[in-house]
Nanobody, 126 residues
Framework: QLQLVESGGGLVQPGGSLRLSCAAS????????IGWFRQAPGKEREGVSC????????NYADSVKDRFTISRDYAKNTVYLQMNSLKPEDTAVYYC???????????????????WGQGTQVTVSS
């Protein structure tokens, strides 16, 4: 299975920013929607954001809307998640994945042909 590699996490103070990256080698994902998920301790994995194959459509969970921005760089074969105004509630391990469907409602997001990677830890604390 294709395994994506997440990076960019770390420890940040409330109100701070982080930029997460998701990359894959040997795979052209230009035709697929990509999603970001997160899993906090003791909680189920939840969808955060997605971006369409063309990059023309994006969706966000209500909890991160207006604070997070998803984007993709086709030349670098990388998808980003810019996280601003971070809150302690954003603390989680963040994962990216190729989606089974086009980027639609966050509640319907499902991992497709990629397997879960190690994720990247985001900790928001003062």
């Amino acid at each position: 299975q294709l395994q994506l590699v997440e990076s960019g996490g770390g420890l940040v103070q409330p109100g701070g920013s982080l930029r997460l990256s998701c990359a894959a080698s040997g795979f052209n994902w230009n035709y697929y929607a990509i999603g970001w998920f997160r899993q906090a301790p003791g909680k189920e994995r939840e969808g955060v954001s997605c971006i369409s194959n063309t990059g023309g459509n994006t969706n966000y969970a209500d909890s991160v809307k207006d604070r997070f921005t998803i984007s993709r760089d086709y030349a670098k074969n990388t998808v980003y998640l810019q996280m601003n105004s971070l809150k302690p509630e954003d603390t989680a391990v963040y994962y990216c994945a190729v989606l089974t469907l086009a980027c639609g409602p966050i509640a319907t997001m499902r991992r497709g042909l990629s397997s879960w990677g190690q994720g990247t830890q985001v900790t928001v604390s003062s």
